[in-house]
């Protein structure tokens, strides 16, 4: 019997390497496939796009923050794949009778680079796990070269619409604008903060906006109604995923980042 700790601490118990494995994260359901596991997996969410065939290969089992329980009991997973931040405390719990659940909780870089490694041992495939660290080690120090004379720009970060709500400080997204030298003027009001556009300017009048294309698919009237309120903001419609997908994304989120830069120069 081995023993593995999740990133909330729960201690997880297996006799040999889980091979039934049901996915609720899209992020991780892309690192999963990445690490050679697609055999294994089993159940997937509506939101798992990477690798499309997934779509017409895996059982999906509802969404992030919904799911099927019959559909992912009947399935008989070995171990059921959620984030803190995807899915709800009610969820684990509740799946929990079916099946450990492995919970990652990724707000840095380096919490990326430990559900890896977690990954390569829970599921005994170590050497793919090791190259893609490997691989994302050495993109992260280019991208650190590429990044260190470019100078810093504040900006605002906006995820969904009525209400209007930003990234805000202890998530991914925000340590990803940092790594671009782009400094959230919203990063000392909370995770995800409801913002009122008429107070954009005050709070920290921004060099630039970017629109996500997830969770809130932003379209040319939003960047419009919130020009409005913005002095002399850049606004710029950005990947989603680039920005909030961890795992093995992270390694296209690098070149993403560069052409962006290219952008803003011009």
Same mark, same amino acid.
């Given at each position: 019997?081995?023993?593995?700790?999740?990133?909330?601490?729960?201690?997880?118990?297996?006799?040999?390497?889980?091979?039934?494995?049901?996915?609720?994260?899209?992020?991780?359901?892309?690192?999963?496939?990445?690490?050679?596991?697609?055999?294994?997996?089993?159940?997937?969410?509506?939101?798992?796009?990477?690798?499309?065939?997934?779509?017409? @290969?895996?059982?999906?089992?509802?969404?992030?923050?919904?799911?099927?329980?019959?559909?992912?009991?009947?399935?008989?997973?070995?171990?059921?794949?959620?984030?803190?931040?995807?899915?709800?405390?009610?969820?684990?719990?509740?799946?929990?009778?079916?099946?450990?659940?492995?919970?990652?909780?990724?707000?840095?870089?380096?919490?990326?680079?430990?559900?890896? @490694?977690?990954?390569?041992?829970?599921?005994?495939?170590? @050497?793919?796990?090791?190259?893609?660290?490997?691989?994302?080690?050495?993109?992260?120090?280019?991208?650190?070269?590429?990044?260190?004379?470019?100078?810093?720009?504040?900006?605002?970060?906006?995820?969904?619409? &009525?209400?209007?709500?930003?990234?805000?400080?202890? @998530?991914?997204?925000?340590?990803?604008?940092?790594?671009?030298?782009?400094?959230?003027?919203?990063?000392?009001?909370?995770?995800?903060?409801?913002?009122?556009?008429?107070?954009?300017?005050?709070?920290?009048?921004?060099?630039?906006?970017?629109?996500?294309?997830?969770?809130?698919?932003?379209?040319?009237?939003?960047?419009?109604?919130?020009?409005?309120?913005?002095?002399?903001?850049?606004?710029?419609?950005?990947?989603?995923?680039?920005?909030?997908?961890?795992?093995?994304?992270?390694?296209?989120?690098?070149?993403?980042?560069?052409?962006?830069?290219?952008?803003?120069? &011009?």
């Amino acid at each position: 019997m081995k023993q593995f700790k999740d990133q909330l601490g729960t201690l997880h118990s297996f006799e040999t390497a889980p091979k039934r494995i049901i996915s609720l994260v899209p992020s991780q359901t892309e690192l999963l496939y990445d690490l050679g596991l697609e055999e294994k997996i089993i159940g997937i969410t509506k939101f798992c796009v990477h690798p499309y065939h997934f779509k017409s @290969t895996k059982k999906v089992v509802g969404g992030t923050k919904k799911i099927h329980f019959e559909k992912i009991k009947l399935l008989q997973p070995d171990i059921i794949i959620c984030n803190k931040e995807e899915n709800t405390a009610e969820i684990v719990e509740q799946l929990s009778s079916i099946c450990p659940v492995w919970v990652t909780n990724i707000i840095s870089i380096e919490d990326n680079f430990q559900m890896i @490694t977690d990954f390569g041992q829970l599921f005994n495939c170590r @050497t793919e796990a090791q190259k893609w660290n490997d691989k994302l080690t050495f993109a992260l120090s280019d991208f650190k070269k590429y990044i260190q004379d470019i100078e810093i720009k504040k900006a605002a970060y906006f995820i969904w619409k &009525n209400p209007f709500m930003v990234a805000g400080d202890d @998530t991914y997204i925000n340590e990803l604008l940092k790594l671009n030298h782009f400094e959230n003027i919203y990063a000392n009001k909370g995770r995800y903060p409801e913002v009122e556009l008429k107070k954009m300017r005050l709070e920290g009048d921004p060099d630039l906006v970017f629109l996500s294309s997830e969770p809130y698919p932003f379209k040319e009237e939003d960047a419009f109604e919130i020009g409005r309120f913005t002095h002399h903001a850049k606004t710029i419609f950005v990947d989603g995923e680039m920005f909030s997908w961890h795992g093995s994304r992270l390694l296209k989120a690098f070149p993403y980042f560069k052409i962006l830069h290219e952008r803003l120069r &011009n």
